[in-house]
């Protein structure tokens, strides 16, 4: 079984500073892929980020970064330089093996002016 | 742009009265999945086509069929909705199966009277 915990109910932040969202996993299969989407307030769920397991090195696009430590079982989101529009729910999900996506609770980010 | 796309985008219907949801894709992706998500929760995942094969999850109740008439099409149908099932219905696609990265649709906000 796989499982996703998110143990950040809400975060804030200022504008155009940095922030951090909390993402540990849990699986027993080598082979996985670690995921985040965002979704607005509209509903649509957004993909912004993908991490593989054996990826060797961190994913980032654009201003979003995801911090993998595989040992630790983490795969927090960075997002620089943070903007009003970054206002949105945020979730962490994963596949592993043959399974299906699974989602964590999610993180509300808000971002103040 | 290669897309997802969700008919409608709401969708009023009255309590046990049938409602089909559609969703098609131009990304000619193998996989499509239907997820309900109800308010401040986790998508859940409902089922998903692998080609012409069809995938149901074990707890998805027997009120929800789909239909995939090829590959672009997928149909989700609430034989008979209840108060519960008012949620926001989203459709994703893959190119393959796990732990290809799904690209969802808008969504559709599905009220029941």
């Known amino acids: 079984a796989q499982k996703i915990t998110q143990t950040q109910p809400g975060m804030f932040v200022q504008e155009k500073e940095a922030v951090t969202l909390d993402c540990t996993y849990d699986?027993?299969?080598?082979?996985?892929?670690l995921f985040w989407y965002k979704q607005p307030s509209s509903g649509e769920m957004i993909f912004l980020i993908y991490?593989?397991?054996?990826?060797?090195q961190n994913a980032t696009e654009g201003r979003y970064s995801l911090n993998f430590q595989k040992a630790r079982k983490s795969a927090n989101l960075v997002i620089s330089a943070s903007q009003l529009g970054d206002s949105a729910m945020y979730f962490c999900?994963?596949?592993?093996?043959?399974?299906?996506?699974?989602f964590g609770k999610g993180t509300m980010l808000l971002v103040s002016p | 742009d290669a897309m997802v796309i969700q008919n409608p985008r709401y969708q009023v219907t009255q309590f046990g009265k049938p409602v089909t949801l559609s969703c098609s894709q131009t990304?000619?992706?193998?996989?499509m999945y239907w997820y309900q998500q109800k308010s401040s929760q986790a998508p859940k995942l409902l089922f998903h086509?692998?080609?012409?094969?069809?995938?149901n999850e074990a707890d998805t109740p027997d009120n929800f069929q789909s239909r995939r008439p090829n590959t672009s099409f997928c149909f989700l149908d609430i034989r008979s909705p209840g108060l519960g099932d008012a949620a926001m219905y989203l459709c994703?696609?893959?190119?393959?199966?796990?732990?290809?990265?799904?690209?969802f649709g808008p969504g559709t906000r599905l009220t029941v009277l």
């Open positions: 994703a696609t893959s190119r393959e199966g796990p732990p290809d990265t799904q690209y």
């Open positions: 699986t027993s299969d080598p082979s996985y892929g």
């Open positions: 991490q593989g397991s054996y990826d060797q």
């Open positions: 999900a994963m596949s592993s093996g043959y399974s299906t996506l699974t």
């Open positions: 990304l000619n992706h193998n996989v």
């Open positions: 086509y692998y080609d012409k094969d069809f995938n």
